[in-house]
C-alpha cells in the first residue's frame, strides 16, 4: 500500500522567514497531492493541493512543488507569520479497485512560528 | 458553505461497550471515508465507502467496525465492543460531487468525535 513519509517533525522559524516541509511517497500510481493544516483540537483544514500532472501550484504565500520521478513534494510558505503555527500533514491519493480510492498522511510537521 | 458534520462531539464510554458514530456527508458528495488521529500522532484511514459498499478498509477496520449509510444523508461508525486503545478523535470525511468535477478530488473533514475508551 502507499507509504507517506514527511520531515522534519518539528520545525521552527522566525516570524518572516520561510518554511519549507517535505515528503515521499512510495505509490507511483498516486495522482492527488494535497496539503492539511490542523490547529489544535480541530478538523483538518485544506490549504492547497495539486495534481499529478503540474509540477507546482502557487496561492499567495503558500507554494507546493511536485517530482513525479523522484516522488516526492513539498510545501513552501513565505512570509510566515504566528497564525501560520498550527500541524501540516502531507497527503497522497491513490484510486483503489472498486472506484473508490484512499488519502494516506504523512506524519505530521509542527511548524512553529516565533516573533 | 457546505459541511460535512458529526456528532456526537464528545463520547465517552466504557470498555466494551457499543459506540455509533454519526456523520452527515455535504449532500451529494460520492465518497465517504472515516479517519482516527490518536492524539499527538497523524491521521489515520479507516474505511472508504462508494456507492452503498466499502471500497476499501485498514488493517485496523477490524470485525468489532463496521459502517452504514442507513439513509440518503447519514453515514455512521460503530465500534461493537470498544476497547481503550480505540480511544481517539474520529473524522469523517466526503468528496466527490458528482457536477463540479474540478473539486473532485478534494476531501472535506467534519470537526471530528473525540471517543474516550474508560
Known amino acids: 500500500g502507499e507509504n507517506v513519509e514527511q520531515h522534519p517533525s518539528t520545525l521552527s522559524v522566525q516570524e518572516g522567514d520561510s518554511a519549507v516541509i517535505k515528503c515521499t511517497y512510495s505509490?507511483?500510481?498516486?495522482?492527488?497531492f494535497p496539503w492539511y493544516k490542523q490547529e489544535l483540537g480541530k478538523r483538518p483544514q485544506l490549504i492547497i493541493d495539486?495534481?499529478?500532472?503540474?509540477g507546482e501550484k502557487k496561492d499567495q504565500r503558500i507554494a507546493v512543488t511536485l517530482n513525479k520521478t523522484a516522488k516526492h513534494f513539498s510545501l513552501h510558505i513565505t512570509e510566515t507569520q504566528p497564525e501560520d503555527s498550527a500541524v501540516y500533514f502531507c497527503?497522497?491519493?491513490?484510486?483503489?479497485?472498486?472506484?473508490?480510492?484512499?488519502?494516506?498522511f504523512g506524519t505530521g510537521t509542527q511548524l512553529k512560528v516565533e516573533l | 458553505e457546505p459541511e460535512v458534520t458529526q456528532t456526537p462531539s464528545h463520547q465517552v464510554t466504557q470498555m466494551g461497550q457499543e459506540v455509533i458514530l454519526r456523520c452527515v456527508p455535504i449532500?451529494?458528495?460520492?465518497?465517504f471515508y472515516w479517519y482516527r488521529q490518536i492524539l499527538g500522532q497523524k491521521v489515520e484511514f479507516l474505511v472508504s465507502?462508494?456507492?452503498?459498499?466499502?471500497?476499501?478498509k485498514s488493517e485496523i477496520f477490524d470485525d468489532q467496525f463496521s459502517v452504514e449509510r442507513p439513509d440518503g444523508s447519514n453515514f455512521t461508525l460503530k465500534i461493537r465492543s470498544t476497547k481503550l486503545e480505540d480511544s481517539a478523535m474520529y473524522f469523517c470525511?466526503?468528496?466527490?460531487?458528482?457536477?463540479?468535477?474540478?473539486?473532485?478530488?478534494?476531501?472535506?473533514f467534519g470537526s471530528g468525535t473525540q471517543l474516550s475508551v474508560l
Open positions: 470525511a466526503s468528496r466527490g460531487h458528482p457536477v463540479n468535477i474540478a473539486t473532485n478530488e478534494k476531501l472535506f
Open positions: 505509490d507511483s500510481a498516486s495522482n492527488y
Open positions: 495539486i495534481r499529478s500532472n503540474v
Open positions: 497527503a497522497a491519493l491513490i484510486r483503489v479497485t472498486g472506484g473508490g480510492n484512499k488519502l494516506t
Open positions: 449532500s451529494n458528495h460520492l465518497y
Open positions: 465507502f462508494y456507492n452503498n459498499e466499502i471500497s476499501e
